[in-house]
């Protein structure tokens, strides 16, 4: 069955200090790979999308994210964690925009 | 500037009323969509269109209903045959396959409808 799988349900970093949000995945080919962030109330931004290529990918706000076909991971990292960043994490995947299947979300808290 | 407008964003119904859901996109979109959130759980798909006049459901259809009259417009109707519809609502849209940049979503902000 394909599925996703966001292990941590909530993080807690100090600001400044780096990130790294994990995500499995189950799916029997690769599939498209996305990361949303949510602040509370609001809908989903994109932050970043893996179609094909470089498994390295470059997004907004200065997050990235790598592709590990031979983890079926599509973990998300950022090098040094604003107070801006604090929200809620969501990875999705699926073969196209139809049939995304999104992650039960992975909750941000910055220290100060 | 474009985006998606969900309106209302708080609405509270008795149990026994149907209530709709409003989502409106200027993107020029042809693909929409209704998603529903439970607190802890991702996203579920409700219904999604392709082009106007024309849907499918997702995976928790049962108890909702849509319409695609317009490219701008997906309403979503939430009828009293759901039995648990307190969550929090999102609305979607998306170019299709075959125009080029699947799978990328734009979000409205959301309604939250709270069945007393």
């Known amino acids: 069955a394909q599925s996703v799988t966001q292990p941590d349900i909530h993080i807690t970093v100090s600001e400044g200090a780096s990130l790294e949000l994990r995500c499995n995945y189950s799916y029997g080919a690769t599939p498209y790979l996305f990361w949303y962030v949510q602040s509370p109330g609001q809908g989903l931004q994109l932050l970043l999308k893996?179609?094909?290529?470089?498994?390295l990918v470059q997004g907004i706000k200065g997050f990235e994210a790598e592709f590990k076909r031979s983890q079926s991971s599509f973990n998300l990292r950022k090098p040094s964690v604003h107070w801006s960043d604090a929200a809620e994490y969501f990875c999705a995947v699926g073969p196209s925009s139809y049939k995304l299947i999104f992650g039960s979300g992975t909750r941000l808290l910055v220290r100060p | 500037d474009g985006g998606i407008t969900q309106s209302p964003k708080y609405l509270f119904r008795k149990e026994g009323q149907n209530v709709t859901l409003s989502c409106e996109q200027n993107l020029n979109h042809d693909a929409m969509y209704w998603y529903r959130q439970d607190p802890g759980q991702g996203l579920r798909l409700i219904y999604y269109s392709q082009i106007v006049n024309d849907f499918q459901k997702g995976d928790i259809a049962e108890g909702y209903s849509v319409s695609r009259e317009k490219k701008e417009s997906f309403p979503l109707t939430v009828t009293s045959a759901q039995k648990n519809p307190t969550a929090f609502y999102l609305c979607?849209?998306?170019?299709?396959?075959?125009?080029?940049?699947?799978?990328?979503?734009?979000f409205g902000e959301g309604s939250r409808l709270t069945v007393l």
């Open positions: 893996y179609f094909s290529g470089d498994t």
């Open positions: 979607a849209s998306s170019r299709t396959d075959r125009e080029g940049g699947a799978g990328e979503l734009f």
